[in-house]
């Protein structure tokens, strides 16, 4: 059974890091992009970065350049989103997702694999 289980989400001070894990089970990730994605209340689901499973190129929202650093380890089976200089604004659920292509694609209906999300939260 393919799965995948977020972790390290949690309550972070403004200008606080934390580091979102993104384990799979039930295949292995050599040949799927991995992108991560977040849903504030009330808003859209919305891309936040992709790794490839090509060449590990990688894609981030502009919002989220040189803050963010997507990373994957396949002898782990596991993909990791380093978050820091995080914002009151960065305050949502992170959701990874995968897809059997080589390639990222930054529309989040591409991703047919989801995990159940963990809840980030940038408050003082």
């Known amino acids: 059974q393919l799965q995948l289980v977020e972790s390290g989400g949690g309550l972070v001070q403004p200008g606080g890091s934390l580091r979102l894990v993104c384990a799979a089970s039930g295949f292995t990730l050599d040949h799927y992009a991995i992108g991560w994605f977040r849903q504030a209340p009330g808003k859209a689901r919305e891309g936040v970065s992709c790794?490839?499973?090509?060449?590990?190129?990688?894609y981030y929202a502009d919002s989220m350049k040189g803050r963010f650093t997507i990373s994957r380890d396949n002898a782990k089976n596991t993909v990791y989103l380093q978050m820091n200089s995080l914002k009151p604004e960065d305050t949502a659920v992170y959701y990874c997702a995968a897809r059997r292509w080589p390639l990222c694609s930054r529309q989040h209906t591409e991703y047919p694999y989801w995990g159940q999300g963990t809840q980030v939260t940038v408050s003082s």
């Open positions: 790794i490839s499973s090509s060449d590990g190129s990688t």
